[in-house]
C-alpha cells in the first residue's frame, strides 16, 4: 500500500467507500420500496373489501323486486342475498368471502379458508396470518343490513403480492449500480490526477532547483486560490528566495575575493621582501605597518561584507522598536562633530519628538555612513549638513556636503557594491557604506535618492513613511 502513488491510493480509498455507499444505498431502496409495497397491498387489500360491503343486499321476496340476470341470489334467513356481479371472488390478488358470524363461509373465495377457520373476525383491522412461512394479510368488514344479522366479509391478500415488482428493482439495481460505481471510479481517478498535477509539478520544480540546474524554475499550475495554489505560490516564494540567497552567496564570493585580492598581494609581497634578506629596522617597521594597514583594511572589509549580508538575507534578526529618531540624530552629529576631519564642520537641524518604529542600531549605522562619506568626499574647511523634518510624504532624513559632487554618470552605481566614483578619496572605504544606507533604508520601508552636482556637493535624501 504504501508503494502505491497517492492518486491510486485515493482512487482506492475512493472506490471502497463508493461501494459501500452503493451497497448501502441498495439496501435503503430495498427495504423502503419493500414497505411501500407492503403498504400499498394493505391498502388495496382494505379498498377491494370496502367496495364490496355495498355488493351485498337483503330481499324478503323475490316475486317483489326486479332480479337482475347477472346478480348471484342466495337464500338466507327467511328471505335472499343480492350478491351484484361486481361482487369478484378475486381481484388483483385479493380474494373476498361472505361469512357468517360462526365462521361458515356462504360465499366467494378464500385460498387460506382452513388456516383461518379459528381467526376471530376483527371489525376494520388487519391481521396477519403466515401458512407455509408465507405472510398474508386479512382484513374484515362487518355488514351492517337490518334484515341479515351477523354477516361478514373477510379480504385476504398474500404478501408475496409484490415479490416480482421487488425483483424487479432489484434486478436493475444490480445492473445499474455497478456501472455507476465504475463511472464514478473512473471519474474520480481522472480528477485525482487532475487535482495531483500541480503536486508532480511542485516534486519536478523541487528536483530541478535541488541538482541546480534551474534556479529560476517556477511552478505554472494556472490561476485559482485553492490549497494547492497556495502551496504552489508558498513553493515559488520559498524558490524565489533560495535563488536570491544562492545569487547573493555568489556575489559575496565573487566580491570577497575581488576586494580581499589586493591586500592579500600586499601583505605576501612584504612578508616576502622582508624575507629575502636581512633588512635594517626601520625597514622591518615600515613592512609591519604596511601590513599592520592592510590587515585592518582586509578586517574592515570582511565585517562590512558580514553585515550586509546578515541585513540582506536574515533582516528578520533586527528587531523593530520604538526610537527617538530626533534624539538618535542629535546624538550620532554629536559624536561626529568631533571628529573635525580637514577643517570641515558638521552642523544638525532636527524637529523635535520625532517617533519613529524602527531598529535602533541601523538607523544609527545609516547615518553614521553617509555622515562618515560626507566627510571623505568633502573640500577642506567645508560643511556638513543633517536635518530630520516631518513632511506631507512622512519624515524626511537628508545629509548634505559641499564636497567634490558626484558626477552624472556615477550616481546611478554609487548604491553598487564596492563602487567608488572617486578613487582618491578610497583610500579609508570599502565601497560597502552607501549599498548599506540602501539596504537599511529598505528595511524601513523608506526610499532614497542623490541629488549631486560636480564641484558644488551631495545631498542625500531620505523618505520613510510614518
Not at 360465499?107 to 376494520?124: H, K, W
Not at 396477519?128 to 412461512?133: A, L, M, Q, T
Not at 509539478?201 to 534556479?215: Q, Y
Not at 541585513?311 to 529618531?325: G, P, T
Amino acid at each position: 500500500m504504501k508503494n502505491l502513488s497517492i492518486r491510486v491510493r485515493i482512487t482506492m480509498w475512493f472506490t471502497v467507500s463508493l461501494m459501500v455507499m452503493a451497497i448501502f444505498t441498495c439496501f435503503i431502496i430495498l427495504y423502503a420500496d419493500h414497505q411501500i409495497i407492503q403498504k400499498s397491498i394493505r391498502d388495496n387489500l382494505i379498498e377491494t373489501v370496502e367496495n364490496n360491503v355495498d355488493e351485498v343486499e337483503f330481499y324478503w321476496n323475490m316475486d317483489k323486486e326486479d332480479p337482475k340476470e347477472t346478480d348471484y341470489y342466495l337464500a338466507f334467513g327467511g328471505g335472499y342475498l343480492e350478491i351484484d356481479d361486481d361482487f369478484l371472488d378475486e381481484v388483483n390478488g385479493t380474494y373476498t368471502s361472505l361469512y357468517q358470524a360462526d365462521g361458515r363461509m356462504i360465499y366467494g373465495e378464500n385460498p387460506i379458508s382452513q388456516n383461518t377457520a379459528d381467526l376471530a373476525f376483527a371489525d376494520v383491522k388487519i391481521q396477519r396470518v403466515r401458512v407455509k412461512g408465507s405472510l398474508f394479510y386479512v382484513f374484515d368488514r362487518k355488514l351492517d343490513l337490518e334484515e341479515a344479522k351477523n354477516l361478514w366479509l373477510r379480504g385476504v391478500v398474500s404478501g408475496k403480492q409484490g415479490v416480482s415488482l421487488m425483483s424487479d428493482i432489484a434486478v436493475w439495481s444490480l445492473v445499474f449500480l455497478p456501472f455507476m460505481v465504475l463511472a464514478s471510479v473512473a471519474g474520480g481517478y481522472y480528477f485525482a490526477r487532475r487535482m495531483l498535477l500541480p503536486i508532480q509539478e511542485i516534486s519536478e520544480s523541487a528536483a530541478a532547483i535541488g541538482t541546480g540546474v534551474d534556479l529560476k524554475k517556477r511552478i505554472e499550475i494556472g490561476e485559482g486560490n485553492d490549497e494547492l495554489h497556495q502551496l504552489a505560490e508558498s513553493f515559488n516564494g520559498m524558490f524565489q528566495r533560495l535563488e536570491d540567497a544562492f545569487e547573493t552567496e555568489r556575489r559575496f564570493t565573487s566580491d570577497a575575493s575581488h576586494e580581499l585580492r589586493t591586500p592579500v598581494a600586499v601583505i605576501t609581497a612584504q612578508c616576502e621582501y622582508s624575507l629575502e634578506q636581512s633588512r635594517s629596522g626601520g625597514e622591518y617597521k615600515q613592512a609591519l605597518q604596511t601590513i599592520q594597514r592592510q590587515s585592518r583594511k582586509m578586517s574592515k572589509l570582511i565585517n562590512d561584507m558580514l553585515d550586509f549580508t546578515r541585513l540582506e538575507m536574515r533582516s528578520e534578526r533586527y528587531a523593530l522598536e520604538s526610537v527617538n529618531l530626533t534624539e538618535l540624530v542629535q546624538s550620532v552629529c554629536f559624536d561626529m562633530a568631533m571628529i573635525k576631519e580637514r577643517g570641515i564642520t558638521l552642523k544638525c537641524e532636527a524637529d523635535q519628538h520625532i517617533i519613529f518604529n524602527g531598529n535602533l542600531q541601523l538607523l544609527s549605522r545609516l547615518l553614521t555612513n553617509l555622515i562618515s562619506n560626507a566627510y571623505r568626499y568633502g573640500r577642506d574647511n567645508g560643511h556638513i549638513f543633517v536635518r530630520l523634518k516631518r513632511t506631507g510624504h512622512g519624515l524626511e532624513l537628508s545629509v548634505l556636503d559641499d564636497g567634490i559632487g558626484i558626477a552624472p554618470r556615477d550616481q546611478p552605481r554609487i548604491f553598487g557594491r564596492f563602487y567608488q566614483a572617486d578613487h582618491s578619496h578610497s583610500g579609508t572605504g570599502t565601497g560597502l557604506g552607501l549599498s548599506m544606507v540602501q539596504e537599511i533604508t529598505k528595511f524601513h520601508g523608506g526610499e532614497i535618492h542623490v541629488e549631486s552636482e560636480v564641484g558644488k556637493g551631495s545631498g542625500f535624501y531620505i523618505i520613510f513613511k510614518n
